[in-house]
């Protein structure tokens, strides 16, 4: 009896094992033929985003410590490079000015001392000539020709000191230059920070903010891999592609996204801890102003 129990209980195992060997192929089967019907699904592009910003920002500082006699900025304006910004109060330096230059101009002195010089050189003539006659007296031949020296040394003296009158002007020039605040880019103000009459310090010597919009940066941080192969693929000398597509997005629903063309400008040297992440900085062309700064930026890699 239990032989025949047992003979029943093989026999029913057999078709139960086969069925679910078959139900576990067809599990196999109904996922081989998901992936195959989606073979991208594991490969979609990934988006990077980031925002663009001036390839440049000066906040342009006063060089001394003065009271502000004059603005000229403005912000939203454009200026060029050297453009004057501000003015700082030169009125104490303007007279020291008009003195030096008084000085470096005053030839009178030197002209004096040259007839001056040229009168005892006139004299000590005539007294050599007596005493090489043997009618002059040499101590007084010693004394004509100690005075002639010391005149001319006299003229030099001058000379000398009107060179050092003229340097003294371009110092007081060059520290009232200090005084003009300009603009060291080509660019637009984005911030004025002093008005007439205030006070700038050392401590806070910040006057306005310039920036300069004909180029604009993007800052991505992208993975490893993928900072890897953008720069193999900048330094293949057969290609040399170090451009990126990327896209604006519209923050408007009837305006389309603007697609562009960015020049990859540094990748960075390190991977940062952190976020694993390397970054990666884009250039965008802008010289017709078309791009504004600060909007979203994205560019899609896989």
Do not use: W
């Not at 129990?5 to 109904?30: D, E, G, H, K, N």
Request: hydrophobic share 40%.
């Amino acid at each position: 009896m239990s032989q025949q129990t047992s003979q029943q209980s093989q026999s029913s195992f057999v078709p139960r094992t086969i069925a679910m060997l078959a139900v576990c192929v067809a599990c196999v089967s109904a996922i081989g033929a998901t992936r195959s019907e989606n073979p991208t699904r594991s490969r979609q592009p990934m988006q990077y985003e980031g925002f663009t910003e001036p390839i440049r920002k000066i906040r342009v500082a006063g060089s001394e410590s003065a009271r502000i006699s004059e603005v000229m900025a403005e912000r939203g304006a454009s200026v060029r490079q050297g453009e004057t910004l501000m003015l700082l109060d030169s009125n104490v330096l303007n007279a020291s000015r008009r003195i030096a230059k008084a000085r470096a101009e005053n030839s009178s002195r030197i002209e004096a001392l040259r007839v001056e010089a040229e009168m005892k050189e006139v004299r000590l003539a005539k007294l050599q000539k007596l005493y090489d006659s043997g009618a002059g007296s040499p101590e007084e031949t010693r004394r004509a020709k100690a005075d002639a020296r010391v005149a001319q040394l006299n003229v030099q003296s001058a000379i000398e000191d009107q060179r050092l009158a003229e340097l003294e002007l371009a110092e007081i020039e060059a520290r009232i230059e200090q005084r003009r605040v300009c603009s060291p880019i080509t660019g637009v103000i984005t911030e004025v920070l002093k008005e007439t009459g205030e006070y700038v310090s050392l401590n806070e010597p910040q006057v306005a903010t310039v920036v300069q919009l004909d180029s604009l940066r993007v800052t991505f941080f992208v993975p490893t891999g993928l900072a890897r192969r953008l720069a193999d693929r900048s330094a293949d000398q057969a290609t040399a592609d170090q451009t990126l597509q990327l896209v604006i997005p519209s923050d408007l629903p009837h305006e389309e996204s603007q697609q562009l063309i960015g020049q990859i400008e540094y990748i960075g040297a390190v991977t940062e801890a952190d976020s694993g992440r390397v970054r990666l900085d884009v250039l965008i062309e802008n010289r017709d102003g078309r791009y504004r700064s600060g909007v979203r930026c994205v560019f899609a890699a896989q």
